[in-house]
Each structure stands twice: as C-alpha cells, then as structure tokens.
C-alpha cells in the first residue's frame, strides 16, 4: 500500500496510524520515499533542500534509483516475511511531482517499470492553499503554491483514471484514518 499527497496533507502521519491499526496481527511495516538508503539520503540533502530545483529529467532519475533501492532493501524483503507494507510516497509522487514539472508521464513510467504495483495506493486531497499554510518548517524547492497546484492535478488525473483512491483530507485526522480504513477493510473482504 501507498499513501500519497501534497507536502503537509498529513500522508506521513496517516501511513503511521494506518500501521498502528493493522496491528501487530498483519505484521505491517512503515517505510518511505525518498528512503533512508545513500540515494534517498542525496535527495533529502541536495533535491528537496538545495538552493534551487534540479532538472525534472535529473530528480526522475534519482527518485527511480532511490526507488529500485528502496524495493530490493525494504520492500521485497518485508513482502516475502508476509507483511504488509505501508509506503509514505510511492511511484505516484514521481509522477504527480515530475508530471507538473513538465515531464512526459509515459516516460516517468516507463523508468519507474520496475516498480512493483500497490494492491492499495491513496490520495489524501487536500488543497494547495491548505497544505501551504500548514508548512511551518522550512520548505523544500517544490513546496510553493503553484507546484503544489499542479501536483494536486496530476494526482486527481490518477484518482480519475482508477490508480488512486481518494481520500478527503481537510477533516480530522481520525475520520481520515477511518476513511482509509474502511477502504482497506473492504479490500481485505473482497480479496
């Protein structure tokens, strides 16, 4: 599973809560990207929080590395221990946030091919103007409200095409959490 949105809609906080609540009976397991390995850890210092935005081309490229990292350390590994995993960003936020950038989106998916599919993957909708005001810490190059506008965009065209499911976000955290929970409830009956 997967948690996406706009910097400060609360993904991060959500994906937490979303672990809680499986419990320790699913064996689930929080993880996020960019990852904790070397190319997660270049992004965080000198993508997100350098002085100006790299090319589009450039950023797809490290987040797919980051990312094939990211599944061989973290992800495979816990999936065949059984457990589920819950991701605080996923392949959609390459696409939401290269996408507005500019780049092709077939492009962005085809680097990204080896990226294994989430049985789940949510959209926590909240708008630009909200998510801004929410920043208090410093923001990182892609968090202005134009970037987050056309973010949001990109990631409703994937609400729309059936990738994500949408998640209203401007409510209390714990109706968030029982809106996702509810989704995933219906997917573990259906399944």
Known sequence: M????L???GKTTQAKLLVRRLGKKSDAVYTA???RGEIGLFIKKHCL???ERLSPVTEALLFAADRYEH???EIIPALKKGRIVVSDRYVYSSLAYQGAAGLDLDWIEKVNSHAIRPDLAFFIDVPAETVI???KRVKSVMENLETQRKVREVYLKFVERGDLTRIEG???KGDVADAIMAVVKRFVKEG
């Open 49 to 51: 929080h350098g002085r």
């Open 7 to 9: 910097d400060g809609c």
């Open 71 to 73: 599944l061989r350390t």
């Open 133 to 135: 005001g929410r920043l």
């Open 2 to 5: 997967c948690i996406e949105g």
């Open 170 to 172: 401007n409510q209390p």
């Open 33 to 35: 990207e960019p990852s």
